[in-house]
């Protein structure tokens, strides 16, 4: 794992009534807010964005969605997980660490909970072009 990146997977009922998705390992704790983010088509690249002290959770509510973690401090740790709304998980990404993703699925839907507020996170923003770091498949889309 990549400076403590977690994985809290989740679950799927699905009965008569219709689907129900959780994680229930995940408890908000530290959240100070969340947004969600759609792109305009699948294979679109999100890319890079990073905080040395914000961290953040990603769930994938609707499609899916490979997830790109590169190390600030020694760009050459990268990971990349898949999530899915098919396979429910929360992915825990620590601070000092960049972060990007690419849909897989049209009208994939992604919900980011942040512990920073959008103040501490203003200074604490840290940005570099997809280009650098191509690890994900420009082709796919």
């Known amino acids: 794992m990549n400076d403590g990146c977690k994985i809290l997977n989740g679950g799927l009922f699905v009965d008569d009534r219709g689907t129900l998705r959780f994680v229930n390992d995940f408890n908000f704790e530290g959240v100070k807010r969340f947004y969600q983010v759609e792109n305009h088509e699948r294979g679109f ?10 961290g953040k959770y990603v769930y994938v509510a609707k499609g899916s969605a490979w997830i790109g973690v590169i190390n ?22 620590p601070s000092g660490n960049y972060n990007g993703f690419q849909t897989l699925e049209e009208d994939t839907i992604l919900f980011f909970f942040s512990t920073s507020s959008i103040e501490e996170s203003k200074g604490d923003d840290y940005r570099e072009p997809y280009e650098k770091y191509p690890i994900f498949n420009k082709e796919y889309r």
Not at 86 to 93: A, E, G
Request: aromatic share 10%.
């Open 72 to 93: 600030m401090d020694n760009p050459s740790r990268v990971e990349k997980f898949v999530l899915s709304a098919k396979s429910p998980k929360v992915l825990f990404i």
């Open 45 to 54: 690249i999100r890319a890079w964005h990073g905080h040395k002290k914000e």
